[in-house]
T-cell receptor, first 112, second 116 residues
Framework: GDSVTQMEGPVTLSEEAFLTINCTYT??????LFWYVQYPGEGLQLLLK?????DKGSNKGFEATYRKETTSFHLEKGSVQVSDSAVYFCALSKDYGQNFVFGPGTRLSVLP | GAVVSQHPSWVICKSGTSVKIECRSLDFQATTMFWYRQFPKQSLMLMAT?????????EQGVEKDKFLINHASLTLSTLTVTSAHPEDSSFYIC????????????FGPGTRLTVT
């Protein structure tokens, strides 16, 4: 079946460091890919998405490019802030916006 | 906008009892809500899809008689864990889809259930 794999956390970075959280997927067909973020005590929030190969999703300084050849959707940010500390989930959906398959989540801690 | 709440945020119950978890869309109507379960350090797993006014659709392997879902209004879905056992201890998360689209899910903050 379809699956999503993420790098294990926790990831601890200093403020202004470069962030990469790896995400790879296994799926038949052409899924849409998503990154969700969960801040402490809050629900998952959509961070960015891409619906076809080579699309780049971006939001709040975060970027991820849909790479079909490597079945990857790595999340990057050039300079993290303390406020970026959260759990990040990579996910795919073959019925756009429904029937999600989530990765296990990666906890990011950014230290001042 | 598009806020989803869950109540309670944390509940402890004794083995054999039932517990109800509420999921509410606060500022929009949701014809479809989803219930997920998350074990520590694991993915969110979809348990069921809840449609207002009709029976929920359960994923394979989810016991419908144990996890009762009721979507009685356009802003409220409830999950009742019946005859709870310690293995039901988990984090339960709901999401809601805005009636009429766009097809995007808005997630609640989750409910941690501990069965002793």
């Amino acid at each position: 079946g379809d699956s999503v794999t993420q790098m294990e956390g926790p990831v601890t970075l200093s403020e202004e460091a470069f962030l990469t959280i790896n995400c790879t997927y296994t799926a038949t067909g052409y899924p849409s890919l998503f990154w969700y973020v969960q801040y402490p005590g809050e629900g998952l929030q959509l961070l960015l998405k891409a619906t076809k190969a080579d699309d780049k999703g971006s939001n709040k300084g975060f970027e991820a490019t849909y790479r079909k050849e490597t079945t990857s959707f790595h999340l990057e940010k050039g300079s993290v802030q303390v406020s970026d500390s959260a759990v990040y989930f990579c996910a795919l959906s073959k019925d756009y916006g429904q029937n999600f398959v989530f990765g296990p989540g990666t906890r990011l801690s950014v230290l001042p | 906008g598009a806020v989803v709440s869950q109540h309670p945020s944390w509940v402890i119950c004794k083995s054999g009892t039932s517990v109800k978890i509420e999921c509410r869309s606060l500022d929009f109507q949701a014809t479809t809500m989803f219930w997920y379960r998350q074990f520590p350090k694991q993915s969110l797993m979809l348990m069921a899809t809840s449609n207002e006014g009709s029976k929920a659709t359960y994923e394979q392997g989810v016991e419908k008689d144990k996890f009762l879902i009721n979507h009685a209004s356009l802003t409220l879905s409830t999950l009742t864990v019946t005859s709870a056992h310690p293995e039901d201890s988990s984090f339960y998360i709901c999401s809601a889809e805005i009636a009429g689209g766009p097809y995007e899910q808005y997630f609640g903050p989750g409910t941690r259930l501990t069965v002793t």
